[in-house]
């Protein structure tokens, strides 16, 4: 069974720096698509980025800069380092995966995603 399970999330004043994690379990992570999208209360899904199997990587604009996506091995799926962050990141992050080699875009249309974990931007 193929399973998803964020971490990391936390309540950072502006300007601040966290990191995320996505442990997966069930499958072989390097063989799938991976990514990051957000949701705010009452807004629309946001990509935030994906990293594809060849090793190539796409950010959306808004985090462009700030935020670094790598995959891990150790826990078989992907991190996200964000820095200089803003009160519009807040928001529930989740973690995504799809098996295959395309470079598909958003990851919010991958098939499988975790729970989410929250991070809160505010002073």
């Known amino acids: 069974q193929v399973r998803l399970v964020e971490s990391g999330g936390a309540s950072v004043q502006p300007g601040g720096s966290l990191s995320l994690s996505c442990e997966t379990s069930?499958?072989?992570?390097?063989?799938?698509?991976m990514g990051w999208f957000r949701q705010a209360p009452g807004k629309e899904r946001e990509a935030v980025a994906s990293?594809?199997?060849?090793?190539?990587?796409r950010y959306a604009e808004s985090v462009k800069g700030r935020f670094t996506i790598s995959r891990d091995n150790a826990k078989n799926g992907i991190n996200l380092q964000m820095s200089s962050l803003k009160p519009e990141d807040t928001a529930m992050y989740y973690c995504?995966?799809?098996?295959?080699?395309?470079?598909?875009?958003?990851?919010?249309?991958?098939?499988?995603r975790g729970q989410g974990t929250q991070v809160t931007v505010s002073s």
């Open positions: 069930g499958f072989t992570s390097r063989v799938y698509i």
């Open positions: 995504a995966a799809e098996l295959g080699r395309r470079k598909l875009w958003p990851p919010y249309e991958y098939d499988t």
């Open positions: 990293t594809f199997t060849d090793g190539s990587i």
